[in-house]
């Protein structure tokens, strides 16, 4: 001893950092906590062991530069197996949300380290007696072919005693990763707590279900390989997976009974005192609420910030039922404002120092809290007046039973959640037909998915739903200004479907903002893009979308520094972008009205696409439009842009806007009140996109293609201003060069190619006509070299014609000259090879053209085949051709025999 006085860890604070140094001292990488939303692991809600991030390590599929760690790391058990839900208020050491203290070794160290690392930490680092403390070992399981652990035995005898040494069972001291895989026994140290913190049985012992022999810390001996059939096998380099709950340690460590009266809980609780004026330890159901508020103000703070947004499926339902679980206790205990935000606030101010994460989105936990528990408010003033109806209406009819269709009916048209109706059920005495309930569900499922079917809509994503839930609609100044000042409200990861607390330079994600002057891509119409900007940071807009109502979503690349929820920013349009867009925009409108006007009023929009650089109008239609329709149509729509019409653009209620001739736009919902945008005397839409303030902005209008895109759509594209001076010039230029080329001004260029292709026409009959006498001579060549294979002649050549049209016309005339007989040619065009085979029509029963076609092909490196009296197949090297020519016999005589 050198004097010095050991300052013990005493605060949860103090813990959580004297335990990392402590291991950090001894050779392990502190790694910070891993999100509770765990990656690329669907068997988990949530993270709710340390050992979890670290799971692809244990099984060998990941390497980390270091082979000991330390973690203290964010848990919730609050469903799927591991559900502490229920018990959270009622016990001491029950939580959703925790924090598990852990060391590892992957292949280091084993048994004896981990032993004396922890027995060293507990006696030595925070000075808890050892005549305290007990451990436990695995007794065996015959089962397993395992027997005691007595190596842990005889290394825990160095500080314990034989008699705190006790051997539990498979059930309580062996864990396993699944059914197959890295296995090991567990060795607790146990904390006695004393008589007076127990059941006070004579029988209490560790193992007892009191509170009296407190487990502190597991040691995970992960030695076995447990194979399908159940097999235990030594692993090469056995590991050490070390747990211990922050709370409980704390717990001792400060001298209270419950982990509630600790530091890390007590001020959340004090919190809930200040809003509700009632004293911690007063009243015994009191005490529950205040607990289970403390609680999963924690977790709720926890899974916001790690992305998880209240929703009525997966993380987003137990969050749900997290938060008004502590929403109702908060009711009972007299809390009619909302006072959720207040309380997940506290938690962020005791615990973003460990976690600072949390300090980045307090106002955002702060804006889902609040949002879910105004929606709760309302559910709980409606549903609550039904349930005590109804459980009136049960207990008069002497039924202790509340009927499935009556639960089904309080969940799907009030919203009421069924866990809640469950508790005040269980408080009544009563029960609930669950399978009724179930029933119920899976009918109004099928109709759900008959519905959704027969609409044609689109699911929309579960995380962006949710997302508008939590942080209400947006301000829409897009029709107002290019530039705005706005409050970033949530952030997404480049997935679009984490939310993220902050965007670091370099990434690419998600920004919603509070009010936006991006249009968001709607109606056919590009979202816009510019940019975001705030103190230090600049961000580039490359792209703005609405993927569901009341959530604009700009996708951003972080340019310099970083982005993060809560931040006050500068938002800016590309104002020459929105422009010209803007341009294609109105041009669509008075597109439509010409084609109504020249084709007829069953023309209606089936899609469009509004861009910068062009326009793209889909249309019902069901035949192409000829040249005089194209230029009636383009010549309408640039009279209207020359007459510079100004736009009259208003609000008005959708039956009025229907009632004055409004068309709809395609793919568009829309509410009780619309906008329409009116070209005088021309064109009236309803539409929410952007326009030019007069028709003369658009400058020009010019159609450049028309063609079908399914049957009786068709669809035009169209340049419009700047774009279609572009192309104009682009179709000149074009013009003058191949008038140049043939020695013709561009406007003769129509009768002198006229001319020249008259010339051509007739060499290309001379052509023909000299090719006849070719093939003539060829012909007879080829009909003297046949070969006669059993009695069948067979001819089989290399000709010089460049493609299979010409192949076939020759091979038609062999065939008509010979009368009976085989006919093989091949050529080829660089390392092309083609191959034509033919049979006459008395050989056919005997022998098949698509064969032949097929085996020489294979010789020849390709393949292919066809009908038994005429075929094609194709090669890849012309140099095996001769070797396959020869071959042709072989694979005659082959098909004769087998016939």
């Known amino acids: 001893m050198d004097g010095r006085m050991v300052m013990r860890p005493k605060t949860g604070n103090e813990l959580r950092q004297a335990f990392v140094d402590y291991f950090a001292e001894r050779g392990h990488t502190p790694v910070v906590s891993s ?105 065996g399981d015959a089962a397993m072919r395992l027997g005691p652990d007595e190596e842990a035995r005889t290394l825990w005898r160095r500080y314990v005693p034989p008699e705190r040494i006790v051997a539990c069972s498979t059930q309580d001291n062996f864990w396993a990763m699944g059914d197959t895989g890295p296995c090991g026994p567990c060795s607790e140290i146990v904390f006695d707590q004393g008589p007076g913190m127990g059941c006070g049985r004579p029988t209490c012992a560790v193992g007892c279900d009191c509170d009296r022999y407190l487990e502190l810390w597991n ?128 938690v962020v101010e005791l615990m973003q120092g460990a976690y600072p994460e949390l300090a980045d989105s307090r106002d955002y936990v702060g804006r889902v809290t609040q949002n879910e528990e105004e ?171 609405r993927p569901v109502p009341s959530l604009v979503l700009h996708r951003v690349r972080v340019k310099r520094g970083r982005l993060t929820t809560g931040q006050t920013v500068h ?18 409108h008075l597109l439509q009205a010409a084609l109504r006007q020249v084709l007829g009023d069953h023309v209606k929009q089936a899609g469009s696409l509004v861009a910068p650089d062009r326009l793209r109008f889909d249309f019902i239609h069901w035949s192409p439009l000829s040249d005089r329709e194209m230029d009636r149509i383009e010549e309408m729509v640039n009279e209207q842009v020359w007459e510079n019409r100004a736009l009259q653009i208003e609000s008005m209620d959708l039956d009025r806007a229907l009632a004055l001739g409004a068309m709809a736009l395609f793919g568009e919902k829309y509410g009780e009140r619309v906008r329409v945008v009116t070209v005088p005397d021309f064109s009236i839409e309803l539409c929410g996109g952007t326009h030019v303030t007069a028709t003369g902005e658009i400058g020009l209008f010019k159609i450049t293609s028309q063609g079908g895109v399914a049957s009786g759509v068709r ?101 008509d000259q010979m009368g009976s007989g085989v006919v093989v040619l091949a050529s080829h065009m660089g390392e092309r090879v083609t191959w034509v085979t033919m049979v006459t029509k008395d050989l056919v029963p005997r022998l098949h053209a698509g064969h032949l076609a097929r085996d020489l092909a294979r010789l020849t490196g390709g393949g292919g085949g066809g009908r038994p009296d005429v075929a094609e197949a194709g090669g890849k090297d012309p140099s095996r051709i001769p070797d396959a020519l020869s071959k042709l016999p072989e694979l005659v005589r082959a098909q004769l025999q087998k016939s």
């Open 375 to 545: 929606r709760f408010g309302h559910t709980l003033r409606v549903g609550l007046k039904l349930v005590e109806s109804l459980v009136g209406e049960v207990t008069a009819a002497g039924s202790a039973v509340i009927p499935g269709a009556e639960i089904f009916r309080l969940y799907d048209t009030y919203g009421f959640p069924v866990d809640l109706l469950r508790d005040i059920a269980a408080e009544q005495g009563l029960q609930l037909d669950e399978s009724g309930f179930e029933r119920e569900m899976a009918e109004q499922r099928a109709k759900a998915r008959e519905s959704w079917v027969g609409s044609g809509e689109v699911e929309v994503p579960a995380s962006l739903s949710e997302l508008v839930s939590a942080t209400g609609p947006v301000e829409p100044v897009w029709h107002q200004t290019f530039q705005a000042e706005a409050v970033v409200q949530a952030l997404l990861a480049a997935d679009g479907q984490r939310v993220v607390p902050a965007l670091e330079e370099g990434e690419t994600g998600d920004v919603l903002l509070n009010r936006t002057p991006f249009y968001p891509e709607a109606g056919g119409q590009v979202g816009d893009v510019g940019a975001i900007a705030g103190d230090g940071t600049s961000a580039e807009v490359v792209d703005t979308r």
């Open 715 to 815: 669809r035009l594209e169209a340049f419009t201003g700047p774009g279609a001076l572009r192309h104009v010039k682009q179709e000149e230029q074009v013009l003058a060069e191949a008038a140049e080329r043939i020695k013709a001004r561009p406007l003769e260029l129509s009768e002198k190619v006229e001319k020249l292709t008259g010339a051509a026409r007739e060499l290309e009959r001379e052509v023909q006509r000299l090719q006849g006498r070719l093939a003539a001579g060829t012909l007879e060549a080829l009909l003297q070299h046949a070969q006669v294979v059993d009695g069948i002649r067979v001819v089989g050549s290399v000709v010089d014609l460049r493609d299979s049209k010409g192949m076939r016309e020759l091979g038609d005339r062999l065939r």
């Open 35 to 139: 999100p509770l939303v765990p990656k690329a692991d669907p068997t988990l809600l949530f993270t709710n062991a340390g050992m979890v991030q670290f799971k692809d390590v244990f099984t060998g599929k990941e390497q980390r530069p270091y082979s000991r760690a330390v973690t203290v790391q964010k848990c919730v058990r609050a469903g799927g197996k591991h559900n502490d839900l229920e018990n959270v208020g009622r016990t001491a050491r029950h939580h959703t949300f925790f924090e598990m203290l852990g060391n590892f070794s992957f292949g280091d160290y084993f048994k004896e380290q981990a032993i004396d690392y922890g027995w060293e930490f507990l006696t030595g680092t925070l000075g808890l007696p050892a005549d305290r403390l007990w451990v436990t070992i695995h007794e």
């Open 219 to 346: 040691l995970v001996f992960m030695q076995f390989e447990r194979s399908t059939d159940g097999r235990l096998s030594p692993l090469p380099r056995p590991s050490i997976d070390t747990g211990a709950g922050l709370e409980r340690i704390a717990a001792i460590l400060q001298g209270v009974p419950s982990n509630f009266d600790t530091d890390l809980l007590r001020p959340i609780i004090a919190t809930v005192e200040e809003l509700t004026g009632q004293r911690y330890g007063a009243d015994r159901e009191a005490d529950v609420s205040l607990r289970v508020i403390a609680d999963h103000a924690r977790a709720t703070a926890f899974l916001v910030t790690d992305g998880v947004l209240p929703s009525n499926e997966g993380r987003g339902y137990v969050l749900r039922r997290i938060l008004r679980r502590g929403l109702r206790h908060g009711r009972l205990l007299g809390l009619e404002e909302p006072f959720m935000a207040t309380v997940t606030g506290r």
């Open 571 to 588: 938002a800016m349009v590309d104002a020459a972008r929105r422009k010209v867009t803007a341009k294609n925009h109105t041009a669509t």
